[in-house]
């Protein structure tokens, strides 16, 4: 989309945070987290970007990670009237030249929901002799 506006956030202002929170709980996350979670994880991230349509969030992307040598793409969202209109993987090319720039190569993800041909057609393959595990019970 030519009227999409791709922006890194690294510390959210109020209603940059209220649009994010929206996206979260859009994509099934927890409707009783505190505020401040979100805010925590938008910091917290190695790299955050959001798209905007008409000043208002519609996408977000974020990675997690040392900050130095590697990072993990994860909670890839987009609002579901905006889907198929190329936000995501532009929200992931986004974060890929941010991860280079900083000298971080190792980038990794898990792609679910039927993800891996936006992340293939941006550069990631399957893992092999890897094995996906989550610490407890872990509700995926």
Known sequence: MTDTEYKIVRNPDERNLEGIIHLFKSAGWDQNDPADLYERMVSGSTCF?????????????RAIGDGANDAYIQDVFVLPEFRHRGLASNMVKRILSDLKKRGITWIALFASGGSGPLYSANGFSEMQKVIPMIYGDGVY
Do not use: E, S
């Open 49 to 61: 970007v959001i798209a905007l349509h008409n000043k208002n969030i519609v996408g977000m992307a």
